[in-house]
């Protein structure tokens, strides 16, 4: 399986940008995605995740009410949409995986990657 994730770039504070996150390789009905982020000198941290079956969304408080996550399954494609954009959103996001699983806010839940793209938000 193999994560092809693009939509960075740079942004205006309070601007808006999207993400797209598209799995290939295999196909199933269910996955959990999520998209976490590592800025410079920081952990990487979750930021949002999505259950296919179900849709069921989930977010860290810092995503919550601005950005929101949603699939397209005709395009199997996941989004993330981020609105209101502050200079602490700055980061490289990565896209991750896990085939028949509920989301987990734990990077290492996980099994497979795509490489980050990365988001510069100025101020």
């Known amino acids: 399986v193999q994560l092809q994730a693009y939509g960075g770039g740079l942004a205006q504070a309070g601007g808006s940008l999207r993400l797209s996150c598209v799995p290939s390789g295999r196909t199933s009905n269910d996955a959990a995605t999520a998209w976490f982020r590592q800025a410079p000198g920081k952990e990487r941290e979750f930021v949002a995740g999505?259950?296919?079956?179900?849709?069921?969304?989930y977010y860290a408080d810092s995503a919550r009410g601005r950005f929101t996550i949603s699939k397209n399954s005709a395009k199997n494609t996941v989004y993330l949409q981020m609105n209101s954009l502050k200079a602490e959103d700055t980061a490289v996001y990565y896209c991750?995986?896990?085939?028949?699983?509920?989301?987990?806010?734990?990077?290492?839940?996980?099994?497979?990657w795509g490489h980050g793209t990365l988001v510069t938000v100025s101020s």
């Open positions: 999505i259950r296919w079956s179900g849709g069921n969304t």
């Open positions: 991750t995986l896990r085939w028949g699983s509920t989301v987990h806010k734990s990077a290492e839940w996980y099994n497979y």
